[in-house]
């Protein structure tokens, strides 16, 4: 591990100018490249302190042994640079996108004598049209046979088409019309390229062109009294409208835009794009990413742009970029771009509208690709297992904890406050297990409400002291001790209860206090062969009873997968309740302890008052007033509202919304 002052360039030697710098290692190898308007300003964040570094900044900055960098004229330059020798060098702290499957273009061969349509994959080739990727080979192929009704170019491979050349036959699709047979001669090369030109441009959005003028043939036949040519050209319209309905229209008919969304954690991110061209979807693809460089969501953004235009041009790249978040030097980046595409790009977030609604949409199928993503890894069975022995191995266990059950505490400003436990067994969730904790406060054995002062740490230690002394009850006797009366079922009466198996490893959702309050739980009640830990969210670092410094596991490390995926479970079982039990206690009003009430003549009081606080100074008759108000029912309002307390805040039944004092205050 190198120390950075040792290779610390000299006062004045870096410029003060746009440029991109190269950190190498000890063996000369690139393991990191980036930009920078000023090299001077930027290479010196990279020397602070160590402590005041991002961790992961700190290991590149440690495992480096060397830097050096070239100037640039200008900050385009210095973006293309970049992005040149990142597909170079492939730095292992650089972000990295990876393909999560090799996804299927419809390319259309311009550059050959007679234009070719296919599916290809990989790596684009030059003088090829290229439109998608589709998520699936089937839906081109679908796509193409609607369409060779009315653009009939040739799809057969080059030893086909010299084959029907030599015997002077053309194939099953010449004799059918679906292709125009200039393997034999019955188009010209000059025919036929505009027939693959028409076919390009009708897949690139074009479609209303293509539409009227066949409609307009259709109807000059018909007038003709050319019944079958109309027939023909009426099923060759509804062929290319079937064809149009398998994209969805999502935007305006003129739309050429490119929709990135991201979903990320603290190790990994994914990145899904929507390519809508003519207002309609016209591909989607997404790539997933290990966080190796201390990066934000605009970082992310922009190097997701640049592996998705590095290598394209013209109308690949399209008019409108709409991102989550803006990269850092946004002129620089939409510069770019403008000169990739040869004029002007617009880069920018959606605000409203079917833009940002559309936008919504692909931040979803983000957000599901990393989970199905980190879903993939733990249902693996080998990768379980590397998980599990990884985490003994960090945490000095002696065998690997089949069972890990892990806690977390919730609750909004003090109010509310619940918690969570799941359950893991050999690394995926057990979910019949999990179970729900209003905390209450306890001070030893005896029950303590402290309000709005109770603290996720005396929370975990009544969490952890509530279920492990249930555990101990198990031992004892057959059956599940609650305190709390529910019911069991008589049927499994006998039968081993959740809380009589022990877990080989408790993981809470916090630092050094948490943990150190679930062990004095655990200690209190004479359990000493249980393992606790705790995961801190900030920099994943996993913390044990009495260690003043943490354990870091790789980043790549499987056992730090599972072990996030366990705490992130809890935190988001933790997040429903506390929500469920918040949104219990908001929808209550004075007014549910009026018998005969119903929600109709509430909101009928509430929309005539205005709030309960000026239904509260109304007298009988005028509640009388109100549509449906009876007297008898009248006085009931008035003495439920008298016994109440001025609920603060107090929240409107019709609408769930929380009104303030001056005309707030609803039922």
């Known amino acids: 591990m190198a120390d950075p002052s040792s290779y610390r360039p000299k006062p004045g030697q870096i410029p003060d100018s746009p440029g991109v710098y190269k950190f190498r290692d000890e063996h000369r190898r690139v393991i990191y490249v980036g930009k920078a308007k000023s090299l001077r300003q930027r290479l010196a964040n990279y020397f602070q302190p160590l ?3 991002h961790p992961r900044t700190a290991t590149m900055v440690t495992t480096a042994a060397s830097v050096e960098w070239t100037v640039v004229s200008t900050e385009v330059e210095a973006l293309q640079l970049e992005y040149s020798w990142i597909k170079e060098y492939d730095p292992r702290f650089n972000v990295k996108y990876r393909d999560d499957k090799s996804y299927p273009y419809l390319a259309v061969t311009m550059s050959e004598e007679f234009p070719r349509v296919q599916v290809l994959r990989g790596h684009k080739k030059k003088g090829v049209r290229y439109f998608g990727p589709y998520a699936h080979a089937w839906a081109i192929r679908e796509t193409v046979d609607l369409m060779l009704r009315v653009f009939p170019v040739r799809t057969c491979s080059a030893g086909v088409f010299r084959n029907a050349a030599s015997a002077g036959r053309p194939c099953l699709l010449g004799y059918i019309g679906k292709c125009s047979a200039p393997c034999v001669g019955r188009v010209t090369p000059e025919e036929h390229r505009e027939l693959a030109e ?36 009426r099923d060759d319209i509804e062929a290319l409208r079937r064809a149009m309905e398998k994209s969805a229209v999502v935007l305006a008919d003129a739309t ?23 207002g309609r979807v016209r591909g989607q693809r997404g790539w997933v990413t290990d966080k190796v460089e201390a990066v934000d969501t605009a970082g992310l953004v922009e190097h997701a742009i640049q592996q ?8 690949a790249v399209p008019k409108e970029v709409l991102v989550p978040a803006l990269p850092e030097d946004t002129g620089a980046v939409t510069a770019w771009l403008s000169g990739r595409r040869g004029s002007n790009v617009s880069l920018r977030i959606p605000q409203r509208g079917d833009k940002k609604d559309l936008m919504e949409t692909v931040a979803r199928n983000a957000q599901q690709a990393l989970v199905l993503h980190k879903t993939k890894r733990a249902s693996d069975l080998t990768t379980r297992s590397r998980a599990l022995e990884e985490i003994a191995e960090a945490l000095d266990l002696d065998s690997a904890p089949l069972r890990i059950e892990c806690f977390d505490i919730s609750h909004l400003q003090g109010e509310d406050v619940v918690a969570s436990m799941v359950v893991f067994e050999d690394g995926l969730p057990r979910k019949s297990e999990y179970r729900r904790f209003q905390i209450k406060g306890l001070v030893g054995d005896t029950q303590v409400w402290h309000g709005e002062g109770q603290d996720d740490v005396r929370s975990m230690h009544e969490v952890i002291s509530r279920r492990f002394r249930r555990y101990l009850m198990e031992k004892e006797k057959t059956g599940e001790w609650d ?63 009495g260690d003043d410094d943490p354990v870091v596991l790789p980043r790549s490390s499987e056992g730090l997968y599972l072990l996030q995926r366990v705490r992130d479970t809890a935190h988001d079982f933790a997040i429903r309740y506390q929500r469920s039990k918040r949104g219990k206690r908001i929808r209550t009003s004075p007014l549910d302890a009026v018998p005969g009430l119903g929600d109709t003549r509430k909101q009928a009081l509430i929309k005539h008052f205005g709030s309960v ?39 409107n039944t019709a609408t769930g919304e929380i009104m303030e004092d001056d005309g707030g205050g609803t039922a």
């Open 483 to 545: 305190p709390e009366g529910v019911v069991e079922d008589p049927d499994e009466a006998g039968r081993p209860k959740r809380f009589a198996y022990p877990p080989q490893l408790v993981v809470v959702d916090g630092g050094q206090p948490q943990v150190a309050a679930a062990r004095r739980a655990l200690d209190e009640l004479g359990i000493s062969d249980i393992a606790v830990c705790g995961l801190a969210k900030r920099l994943e670092e996993v913390w044990l009873p």
């Open 51 to 53: 402590t005041s570094l």
């Open 613 to 651: 606080k000026r239904l509260r100074q109304a007298t009988i008759e005028q509640i009388c007033e109100v549509p449906g108000m009876g007297r008898k029912t009248a006085e009931a309002v008035v003495v439920a509202l008298a016994q109440a307390a001025p609920a603060a805040p107090a929240v």
């Open 308 to 315: 998705l235009y590095g290598e394209e041009s013209g109308d």
């Open 198 to 233: 028409e076919f390009s441009d009708f897949m690139a959005g074009r479609t209303g062109t293509y539409i009227r003028r066949l409609e307009k043939q259709m109807m000059l036949a018909a007038e003709d009294m050319e019944y079958e040519k109309a027939a023909r050209l």
């Open 256 to 278: 050429d835009a490119d929709l990135i969304a991201l979903a990320e954690d603290e190790l990994e991110a994914a990145v899904q794009i929507f390519h809508v061209r003519g």
